[in-house]
Structure formats: C-alpha cells, structure tokens
C-alpha cells in the first residue's frame, strides 16, 4: 500500500500535466487546483482500501469529468412520452410562444415592476395582472404569489391566524409533495376544525360547527383522489349561502384551477374559477401551470377586502413571485382573454388532440422504430393535481409486446432513450412493455423523436 501511495501523483504534476494545462485557458487555476486536490484525495481513499494507485491519465480523466458536470446543466429539456400532460416531475406545463417570448422580454431589460408610470412613483407589482384576472374570473380583485401552496399558506394567515376554519373532513387531504391540508393549516397558525365523515358531509355539519372564532368555511378540491359509493359533499353554493347569512369567508382551494369547461373534451368538470366566483367565494386560489398552461404561480382571486389584507401580510413578500413570471402569466391569460386557448396553450393543444392525429403520429414513431413496435390504444391522462381518475383515448406505440423484446431488454431500451444524448426521452413500462403516447409530445419534437426511435431500434 505504501509502495501505491508513492506512485500518486504531486498536485503539480497533474497541474501542469498538457490536458489540464489546456484547461487553465477557460478556468481560473484556483477551480482547477481544487478539481485536481479532490481527485487526488479520492485516489488516496481509494489505495487506503486496498485498490491500486490510478494512474495519471485516470486522474486527468476524473479532472475533466467532473468539469463537464459542472459545465452542462443539471437541469434540462426532456420529451415527456408518459403520456401525463400534465407531470409534476416533469416540470409541469410547457408554454406557449407568447408566454416565453414575455418572459424573455422582461428578462433583458429593467421593468416597471413595481414603478407607476404615471405618477412616476414606487407602484405595486401586482397590478400588471390584476385586470386580467379579474376579466377573466369575475372577480373583483386578484394577485399572484409563488405557487398555490404559498396562495394557500398566505390566505389562511392572512384572515383566520389564531381562529378556526371549517373544513369537510373528506377534504382535510394531502395533494402530495408533502403538501398537508392539515399541516399547511397549523403552519398558517389557524385551526382547523374538520366536520362530517371521511366520505359524506352536509351543510349541517358545517353550521354547526361555527363559533365566535370562525374565521372561514374552506372548501379544498379533491384534485389527486375520488371517493365513490356512498358519499355526500357540501356544493360551493351551499356553502357561500351560510357563509352569507353568518357573515364568513368561503376560502377554496381549487388546486388546478381552470378557465374552459374540461367536459367538452370528454374529460370529467374540473371546477372552473368563474363558477368559484360567481358562486360568491371570498378567496379562491389555484395554479398557474397545472392546467392554466403557465409559469408556476399561485393565483388568488375574490373580494377586494380580503385580497388587500393578503397584499398589505408580511408573508405576501416572503411567497411573491418574480417579474418574468407575472409576464409570463399575463401572456398565457391573454390566450383565455382572446379566446384562443386552445389554439396557443401547449396542454390544451394536448388535451384537445384527436386520437386520429396521435394515430398517424404513433404510425410514424413505429415505423422509424422497426418490427418490435406496434401502435395500440391506450388512455393519456391530465395529471398534475387535476382530473383523477379522467382519461383520454390516445395511440400508443408499444415496444416488445408478446415477449418480442425481453422484460430486461425492455428496461434497458427504456434506459437507452432515457439516456439519448439529444434530448433523454421519458417513456413508461408496463408489463414489460414500452409505452410511448405522442399526445404529451410537442408536435415540433416529433422529427428529433422519430431520429432517437430510428438510432435506438436500429442499435437492437
Ligand atoms: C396542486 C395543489 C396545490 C399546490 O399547488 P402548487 O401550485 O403545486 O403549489 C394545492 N392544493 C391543491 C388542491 C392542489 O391540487
């Protein structure tokens, strides 16, 4: 082992060793003199547990592995064939043109973020989107914060801190993500008091449980889950009708939130935020890029009196959210505004295909892929907090089905593309069968997909 050690390599002459000599041309030295001291240490822990010394080349090798890792984003593009338009580890929405050229926009230059124009003194950043909202929603007033978990967190300190609000014990759920009803409520530092049974509550219930400390009844969209058979749930309306006659807020926790009437695309009603509003919530908060199409955001609309109290809350600036997403935001609102949603919102283009253009697009992947792919119908889902249970009919094509391709050949082709140097490409197995859906796939990805499909089968 002593004889091993000796054989290391001095700081300095992997330094000056030409490789990495090169290097010092783009990197300042003290980055590389680290680089090359950690892998040196490496080596040594390596020697110490009985393995031979690396030899130089290794160490210069190791040098510039870990440079590259540094150099190229963690973070990246992917082509998510799941087939869940709508995939929280997959970042959610992709956005429209508009979208990203707003945000683009802002991005290069100073705004008046938070600067009137007209009066030339210090303005209120949430001004540039409060218009739209409020079109689009009815409401009287509106703001938007980081996500809706921090919409959620804001409202509840902001109007029921050290009071009670009532909540459907069905609904005192956790979204995922460790996002707790119950929790973010304790946090929040209001309490909740849960009425009803896990799967039926009446208005009664909720009546009954109002004392002085009330400070709101809270509806929370079951988003992830449904509870069928024998179950009862309170409406929104008759939930603002007591909250009117004893003068308290509904709060709802609408999750997705959406503006177009999901059930025109075969898909089950996700409450709409218009039908929140004219129901007479006092807050309704939801998110910006679940199926709204956007930027992450946590959007809250409904009574002005409510929604200044949650603008002037020292938490309203902890969970505010930046400048290149309100104008991000705004440009997705404007496509609802002009009617043209569907058209311009990438998730919407999605949830609106016909299986008859996934079809022809399926052909196409199959074919670039060889014998082992067929295309097979198959359900897509919405994902992302919205619509359990809800699918969509689509095509998919299936790699190794009927034993074509081994269980494991299956995961390593899963693997392969997972790893494609171009863009890595997210399929899922089931029953050993590969399955990619072109519903959840831009259409402008399909040619390099297609590239990928052709390499990989080719490589079988
Ligand atoms: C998704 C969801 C949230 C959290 O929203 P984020 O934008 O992810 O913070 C909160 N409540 C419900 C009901 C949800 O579905």
Known sequence: MENE????????????????????????????????????????????????????DDIVQ????????????????????????????????????????????????????????????????????????????GAEAGMVVNNNASAVLLALSAIAKRKEVIVSRGEAVEIGGSFRIPDVMRQSGAKLVEVGTTNRTYIDDFRDAITPSTAALMRVHSSNFQ???????????????????????????????????????????????????????GLACFSGDKLLGGPQAGIIVGKKKLIDKLKKHPLARAVRTDKTRIAGLAATLLHYLRGEAVEKIPVWRMIAASPDEIASRAIAWAEAFGKQAEVIDGESMVGGGSLPGSTLPTRLVAIGRNGSISASGVRVLSRKLRNSKEIPVIGRINEDVLLLDPRSVLLEEDEIMINILRTVGADL
């Open 62 to 137: 190791s040098v510039s592995t870990q440079l590259d890792r540094l150099e190229n984003p963690a973070l990246r593009p992917v082509i998510n064939a799941t087939g869940v338009v709508i995939h929280t580890n997959l970042g959610r929405a992709p956005m429209s043109k508009e979208t990203i050229t707003a945000m683009d926009t802002i991005s290069r230059d100073y705004s008046n973020l938070e600067f009137d124009l007209l009066t030339g003194k210090r303005g209120s950043r949430y001004v540039h989107i409060e218009d739209l909202l409020c079109r689009l929603s």
């Open 227 to 281: 509870v069928i058979g024998f179950t009862h749930t309170v409406t929104l309306e008759e939930m603002t009708v007591l909250g009117r006659q004893v003068d308290l807020p509904v709060m709802d926790d609408l999750g997705s939130g959406c503006f177009l009437d999901t059930s025109e695309y075969g898909l089950a009603p996700e409450p709409m935020v218009q039908q929140s509003i004219s129901a007479g919530v």
């Open 5 to 56: 050690f000796r054989r290391l390599p001095g700081v300095d002459t992997v330094i000056s060793d030409e490789r990495i000599a090169r290097l010092a041309a783009r990197y300042p030295y003290d980055l590389l003199v680290n680089l090359v001291r950690e892998q040196l240490e490496k080596a040594r822990e390596l020697i110490s547990s009985g393995n031979p010394c690396p030899s130089l």
